[in-house]
């Protein structure tokens, strides 16, 4: 029963890793070791649950249906093993996380430090990326994700919402005048992300759409930060991205009472069940960022 079992587990990984020679560096195991075990595992169930090529694999139809099934027991046993853990130490392990380059360098840093000094037993391994990893083929635990939770199999957990204000610095309003009302924007530089053309404000009671337009397009909220403090335009981004240009001075709200639409923040993970390492983190990006 136990050498069924860890089959089972083998199986996982090798759908997972979408190959068995990915899945044999993840498990520690041979190449061969491990097709032999696969396939003596098929040879127990009495049906074919892979499409071997030499190139890929595929799932069967039985294969797809024995994968879901699998995957929700072998999830089961880790967290219990996990939870186990947890009562004789605290959490351990390496934690690795997909953190958008901006938004972890500017914001997230010194949280994950504060949470490191918490939970001396974790390692971490952070990939700062702009691209969305595949929590589901990928070594992942979790990602941190803003905007809008696209619609998939994966669980997303609310973090924060970050309502953006308007920023620039003296030298640029000095220069350029300082917007008495949103329309003003209009002839104004804005530091926009990407291409967009227009900024929705509201003011609590009213919502107004303005067009911008500036020199630069970017897609870096870092670097936006940094146009916007060598005079460069009005920049629309969280406070908390800006706290330290408005505590020395560098930027300075401008039209404080109108702000645009708050950004969700989601800690996205493949499955519910999840080790105590994960779940920790999670529950302290919450608790933090919700004093904020």
Not at 12 to 34: C, D, M, Q, W, Y
Request: charged content about 25%.
């Amino acid at each position: 029963m136990d050498d069924y079992l860890n089959d089972m587990a083998l199986f996982v990984e090798v759908v997972k890793a979408k190959g068995f020679r990915h899945a044999a560096e993840t498990v520690g195991i041979p190449n061969s070791t491990l097709s032999r075990r696969i396939s003596a595992l098929e040879k127990t169930i009495g049906l074919r649950l892979l499409h071997r090529t030499t190139r890929k694999i595929e799932l069967t139809e039985a294969g797809q249906l024995y994968f879901e099934r699998c995957k929700r027991i072998v999830d089961e046993a880790r967290l219990a093993h996990a939870q186990l853990g947890e009562m004789l130490a605290q959490p351990s392990g390496t934690l690795r996380v997909s953190l958008p380059v901006d938004f972890a360098v500017t914001y997230l840093a010194p949280l994950i430090a504060e949470f490191a000094d918490l939970y001396p037993g974790i390692q971490f391994d952070l990939d700062l990326t702009p691209r969305r990893v595949d929590l589901v083929s990928e070594p992942f635990d979790v990602a941190i994700r803003i905007g809008e939770s696209e619609s998939s199999q994966l669980i997303a957990r609310p973090l924060a919402s970050l309502t953006p204000f308007l920023y620039a610095s003296p030298g640029y309003l000095a220069r350029a005048g300082v917007p008495e009302k949103p329309a003003d924007l209009a002839r104004h530089q804005c530091l926009a992300i990407l291409k967009t053309s227009a900024w929705t404000l509201r003011d609590g009671k009213r919502s107004v759409t303005v067009p911008v337009n500036g020199r630069f397009v970017l897609n870096s909220v870092g670097m936006i930060r940094s146009l916007a403090n060598v005079d460069r335009g009005i920049v629309l981004v969280p406070r908390e991205v800006v706290e330290d240009d408005l505590a020395n001075g560098t930027l300075r709200p401008v039209l404080p009472a109108w702000y645009g639409t708050a950004t969700p923040i989601y800690a996205m993970t493949e499955t519910r069940l999840l080790p105590a390492k994960t779940q920790r983190f999670i529950e302290f990006l919450q608790e933090r960022l919700a004093r904020r």
